[in-house]
């Protein structure tokens, strides 16, 4: 078990391009939830995936941003016509989702993205 | 909406001295998590507690959930230059589906 991993680390883009993030959970994990964080704030939810369900989005998550989980494993996050106020760190988590215990989640190492 | 109070945002100390974090809030969570990050990394998980006045210990960090489940604290012994970092509390809403509601942290400095 690797735990989760985030591709790529670090992404600079100009303004008004197309982005997209991988994340790859720990293997047997069924949720993955995504996170934006940006500096000086505590990570803030954006969207969740039951296996490849995508069951909740937040307010955050504008028409710019769409998320996939196909087949229930890896996800992707992509943010269309970037704008100077999504530079943020990206985070993924996931857990596993077992009836009557606690949904613990662990997050991959997070993806910084810059607009220029 | 579910807030998380942190206090203090900044807490800077000299090696060996105790401190005490605390994470308050309004609201009732199922379990409260606290993670510590370090600068360009996601956040890594400490613990997890999900009983009200459940207290677990790590060594020499000491975390409490308050009895009705709406605050939290993190106590250090004798801290060391290794407890640097940022440490988030992060709550699991009553009902929710699972995703965190996060402190925005407190940004420990410990000096040798």
């Known amino acids: 078990d690797t735990g989760v991993s985030q591709d790529p680390r670090h992404k600079i883009t100009k303004r008004g391009q197309n982005v997209t993030f991988r994340c790859d959970p720990i293997s047997e994990h069924n949720r993955l939830y995504w996170y934006r964080q940006t500096l000086g704030q505590g990570p803030e939810f954006l969207t969740y995936f039951q296996n490849e369900a995508q069951l909740e989005k937040s307010r955050l998550l504008s028409d710019r941003f769409s998320a996939e989980r196909p087949k229930g494993s890896f996800s992707t996050l992509e943010i269309q016509r970037t704008e100077q106020g999504d530079s943020a760190m990206y985070l993924c988590?996931?857990?596993?989702?077992?009836?009557?215990?606690?949904?613990?989640?662990?997050f991959g190492p997070g993806t910084r993205l810059t607009v220029l | 909406t579910q807030l998380l109070e942190q206090s203090p945002q900044f807490l800077s100390i000299q090696e060996g001295e105790n401190l005490t974090v605390y994470c308050n809030s309004s609201s009732v969570f199922s379990s409260l998590q606290w993670y510590r990050q370090e600068p360009g990394e996601g956040p890594v998980l400490l613990v997890t507690v999900v009983t009200g006045g459940e207290v677990k210990k790590l060594k020499r960090l000491t975390f409490q959930f308050g009895d009705a489940r709406k605050d939290s604290s993190l106590h250090i012994t004798a801290a060391q230059p290794g407890d640097t970092g940022l440490y988030l509390c992060?709550?699991?809403?009553?009902?929710?589906?699972?995703?965190?509601?996060f402190g925005k942290g407190t940004k420990l400095s410990v000096k040798p």
């Open positions: 988590a996931s857990s596993l989702d077992s009836w009557g215990s606690t949904d613990t989640q662990y």
């Open positions: 992060a709550g699991e809403g009553v009902g929710s589906q699972g995703n965190l509601i």
